[in-house]
């Protein structure tokens, strides 16, 4: 408190000065409506000015909420996208005819390889999400690969990365479908075979999932036709595809439940 004192009496003369001075201005602004609105005006572009950096600070800070946000309702429109009933003469989707075959999941990828022979991924979800071998995995640009093993909270995917994997796709602009495989090269790039050479092939075609399969929906973008050469027997094509995803770059993803894998199984166990 003493300090205090000793402060004041030994500033007084400019503390006063200051105090006379805060008072003289005061008395200007109230008087002055010139004085008053450039004051007023001041003093709103300083508080906008601490409200526009408060809010971009907690904008920043907010980013993976909203991202997550973003991630659901991407989630939404797939699991629509997938699951419309379209008819034939039908330029929109109703919502009615909806059956909703497929189940869509978001998660994130903890673990990412690409430069094995043998790559996989390691996923947030698991058992307790209700996540299963042969779940499809896909992203927002295109396939991703299997579900291959699930614990409780986690499950590892076989990458399309993976010497060992193989999914059957087309050529989007006809229904000539063949098997994807990769050479174990190039992150970039995976194989197609099995494409008769009747079909039309031509560089920068689109390939697609052919939905052939319980796994995966028809239609989901795998890459572009890069490079394409007939086989030794020139009876079918080998067929170089430029992916749409960068395999060294995944984060989010969707998991997709095929709700009629089990009885498509059934049925072509059947027939077995």
């Known amino acids: 408190m003493q300090q205090i004192v000793n402060f004041i009496l030994r500033n007084k003369t400019f503390l006063l000065f200051a105090l006379l001075l805060f008072i003289s201005v005061i008395l200007t602004i109230q008087s002055h409506s010139y004085h008053r609105s450039r004051f007023i005006n001041s003093a709103n572009f300083l508080s906008g000015g601490v409200y526009n950096t408060s809010n971009t600070v907690s904008d920043y800070f907010g980013l993976k909420e909203q991202n997550e946000l973003l991630q659901e309702e991407n989630n939404i429109l797939k699991s629509i996208l997938f699951n419309a009933e379209k008819n034939i003469d039908s330029s929109f989707i109703d919502s009615l005819n909806f059956k909703n075959h497929y189940k869509f999941t978001t998660a994130r990828v903890h673990r990412n390889s690409y430069s094995k022979t043998n790559n996989i991924l390691?996923?947030?979800?698991?058992?307790?999400?209700?996540?299963?071998?042969?779940?499809?995995?896909?992203?927002?640009?295109?396939?991703?690969?299997?579900?291959?093993?699930?614990?409780?909270?986690?499950?590892?995917?076989?990458?399309?990365?993976?010497?060992?994997?193989?999914?059957?796709?087309?050529?989007?602009?006809?229904?000539?479908?063949?098997?994807?495989?990769?050479?174990?090269?190039?992150?970039?790039?995976?194989?197609?075979?099995?494409?008769?050479?009747?079909?039309?092939?031509?560089?920068?075609?689109?390939?697609?999932?052919?939905?052939?399969?319980?796994?995966?929906?028809?239609?989901?973008?795998?890459?572009?036709?890069?490079?394409?050469?007939?086989?030794?027997?020139?009876?079918?094509?080998?067929?170089?595809?430029?992916?749409?995803?960068?395999?060294?770059?995944?984060?989010?993803?969707?998991?997709?439940?095929?709700?009629?894998?089990?009885?498509?199984?059934?049925?072509?166990?059947?027939?077995?």
């Open 122 to 272: 390691l996923l947030n979800k698991g058992k307790n999400d209700s996540i299963k071998q042969d779940f499809g995995v896909v992203s927002s640009k295109g396939i991703i690969g299997i579900i291959e093993k699930t614990n409780a909270n986690n499950a590892t995917v076989l990458s399309i990365l993976n010497t060992t994997s193989s999914i059957s796709a087309q050529l989007k602009k006809t229904n000539h479908f063949g098997s994807l495989k990769w050479d174990g090269l190039s992150p970039n790039n995976i194989q197609l075979s099995e494409i008769p050479k009747i079909a039309p092939v031509a560089l920068g075609d689109t390939i697609v999932t052919s939905g052939r399969s319980s796994i995966f929906p028809k239609d989901i973008p795998v890459g572009i036709i890069s490079n394409f050469k007939l086989d030794t027997a020139e009876n079918y094509y080998e067929i170089e595809i430029s992916l749409f995803n960068d395999m060294t770059n995944i984060e989010h993803v969707y998991i997709i439940e095929n709700k009629d894998a089990k009885h498509i199984k059934n049925l072509l166990d059947k027939n077995e």
